[in-house]
């Protein structure tokens, strides 16, 4: 989560800190708090509760139970909490700005205050003068804070016939791999230790924070093809956005839906052996 310091300042907030992060609560105070409507500041962005509530939080441990999880009472209040702030005005709905396409071109001409998204274009936010820092995204209180980092996205399977190869080939994308990525886009190394080698803060406080965020970064808990398996509960927070349930009629209206698809998707990872 980036955030905008010389708004805080204005504002009189402290800074959050890079670690632990704030409170879905205190993120939709404090963007309350820094909203301009004269001015056109939304105080924050974020697309939906999974944006910032780990996705552990819609399944059981074990991975292949959504039902009395996705809409159990925790999840539920996470859309009640965000749902609060778009009823406030403070945080702007998708159909005005999708905070992971456009958040950092809102943040870069102060139109935003803070802003849940990533770290790609951080050359944007920092050309146009912006003072910011950054923070973990906000996670409720007594939960494991998660955030994705991309890094899950090769793999090598038990039974391949080519293990060492496929392991070489594994070890080049994240070593070797990274440092060409950095060299030819200024993208942020996917492994902390080729960023700090090819000095990827600069020196840059928000990076610097950025860094130290990411040092906490954590496995999720397995869930097959785990964005087909959620799709429902995008129908749901869009019910929930628009008025037309609460956060508890739409989850449990989704959730046997979310149940099908989970059972579905282990049903053919497992067939694939």
């Not at 139970?65 to 609060?84: D, I, K, M, P, R």
């Amino acid at each position: 989560m980036l955030y905008n310091k010389d708004m805080f300042d204005a504002a009189g907030i402290e800074y959050p800190a890079p670690w632990p992060p704030m409170t879905p609560e205190e993120f939709v105070d404090i963007a309350c708090q820094l909203t301009d409507k004269e001015n056109g500041v939304w105080g924050g962005a974020a697309s939906d509760p999974l944006a910032y509530i780990p996705f552990d939080m819609l399944f059981s441990p074990d991975g292949r139970t959504a039902t009395g999880y996705a809409n159990g009472a925790e999840v539920v209040h996470q859309f009640e909490v965000l749902a609060s702030g778009y009823e406030q005005g403070c945080i702007p709905s998708s159909n005005i700005l999708d905070p992971w396409a456009q958040g950092r071109d809102f943040f870069s001409k102060e139109q935003l205050a803070m802003v849940i998204t990533d770290f790609q274009d951080l050359d944007q936010v920092e050309k146009a003068g912006i003072n910011y820092g950054s923070t973990a995204p906000p996670t409720p209180e007594g939960v494991e804070p998660y955030f994705f980092v991309w890094s899950d996205n090769v793999a090598v399977f038990a039974e391949t016939e080519h293990p060492d190869e496929a392991k070489a080939f594994v070890a080049y994308v994240a070593t070797e791999g990274q440092r060409i990525r950095y060299e030819e886009s200024g993208e942020m190394p996917l492994d902390l230790a080729v960023a700090e080698e090819v000095n990827w803060a600069k020196g840059v406080p928000g990076r610097e924070d950025g860094l130290e965020v990411l040092s906490h970064a954590r496995p999720l808990v397995f869930v097959p093809n785990r964005w087909d398996v959620v799709g429902p509960y995008y129908d749901a927070w869009g019910f929930v956005v628009g008025g037309e349930k609460s956060a508890q009629e739409a989850m449990d209206e989704a959730t046997p839906a979310i149940q099908e698809n989970l059972d579905k998707a282990w049903e053919d990872w497992e067939d694939q052996g």
